[in-house]
């Protein structure tokens, strides 16, 4: 599976017809649009501090995948000629393995898209590329406050170890065959 040409369309649990693709190079004045609609606290619960934007770093690492080791992709409303990004997830992989075993995912969603089935959506997303790359986990670190994402996690089907380290939840997703 070529993830940096990955695109399909879907629908959000309120009927809302989005586009779930892979990001682009070309999605960094998106992405930086898309951040400065973002409340403080959805900041803040996905990077574990506070950011006013995005860097021209942050925004090379957002849009300039290897797509041969990790997988980003965006959700976007619109026409694909005026799309408006509202919502992504990535997974990074984590240890040099070929093909690597395990990966970070994360997401990040729009304030107004929150509770429609995203996070899920952009998880079942990802989930196909990973297994189909071989990957075997998912893991996830995460504030105990974010209980959106614990639930979205909880709900998806996939087998789940919790623990609790610190300040933050960490959660390892199995993405062995027959999970979700």
Known sequence: MDASRYDETAVLKDGTPVW????????????????RHLEATSIYTRFFHHKKGLSDTDLKWATEVDFARDAALVVTIGTPAEEVIIGGGRYAALDDAVPPRS???????????HRKGMAGLLLRHLTTIARARGLERFEAEML???????????????AMEKRHAGDSVHVILSLAAGAA
């Open 103 to 113: 990966a970070e995912v994360a997401f990040l969603v729009e304030e107004d898209y």
């Open 144 to 158: 105990p406050e974010n209980k959106g994402m614990l639930n979205v996690f909880a709900r998806s089907g996939l």
């Open 20 to 35: 779930v693709r892979a990001v682009r190079a070309d999605d960094k004045p998106r992405l930086a649009e898309a951040f």
